[in-house]
């Protein structure tokens, strides 16, 4: 158990509204992910954070930002959600230091905007 | 880019029968090589990994051989269970971020 936990698990919100969604690790893991699953894409990287307020862009970034200011906690917010960033969310971490370490991931955040 | 490509499901086998699940990839250089499993309402769960050419992960009877000259990573059971059903993922580390396939669902009928 990597000690992962997501919140909420579920959230259903409108159009134009902001959302933050926040991953929790109990451990001191300096590598965070935060990725969308959609039906037909697998999982896609959103936003990760090699340390405390140091974070960079993945391949579908756009209309969210992230923040880590501890080094248990990473947030994924949505500015101004949209239809089309109904997904499901999971955060990962990567607890070798490794860059071909494995990642483990958290239960998901279920997410939909109407 | 890099990338993963994997056999589209959903594929459905009677308890016993032999699987696999195809897994391509296109990458600069010998990336490590996962294979994720996910439960109905669950997260991934890695099942297996292979960090260089010839490598062969194994875990809870299944296994897949890291191919270099065919650049593929196969995933295959012997025999499979009900308890087998979910939907699994190939993916490749590419500097420390994930690139997964789609996904291929497996249902195993009793």
């Known amino acids: 158990d990597a000690g992962i936990t997501q919140s909420p698990r579920h959230k259903v919100t409108e159009t134009g509204t902001p959302v933050t969604l926040r991953c929790h690790q109990t451990e001191n893991h300096r590598y965070m992910y935060w990725y969308r699953q959609d039906p037909g894409h697998g999982l896609r990287l959103i936003h990760y954070s090699y340390g405390v307020k140091d974070t960079d862009k993945g391949e579908v970034s756009d209309g969210y930002s992230v923040s880590r200011s501890k080094t248990e906690d990473f947030l994924l917010t949505l500015e101004s959600a949209t239809s089309s960033q109904t997904s499901v969310y999971f955060c990962a971490i990567r607890t070798s230091g490794s860059l071909e370490g494995e990642q483990f991931f958290g239960p998901g955040t279920r997410l939909t905007v109407l | 880019g890099n990338s993963v490509t994997q056999m589209e499901g959903p594929v459905t086998l009677s308890e016993e029968a032999f699987l696999t699940i195809n897994c391509t990839y296109t990458a600069t250089g010998y990336p490590s090589l996962f294979w994720y499993v996910q439960y109905p309402g669950e997260g991934l769960q890695l099942l297996l990994k292979?960090?260089?050419?010839?490598d062969k992960g194994s875990n809870k009877g299944f296994e897949a051989t890291y191919r270099k000259e065919t650049t593929s990573f196969h995933l295959e059971k012997g025999s499979v269970q009900v308890s087998d059903s979910a939907v699994y993922f190939c993916?490749?580390?590419?500097?420390?971020?994930?690139?997964f396939g789609q996904g291929t669902e497996l249902s195993v009928k009793p």
């Open positions: 993916a490749l580390s590419d500097e420390g971020k994930l690139i």
């Open positions: 292979a960090t260089k050419a010839d």
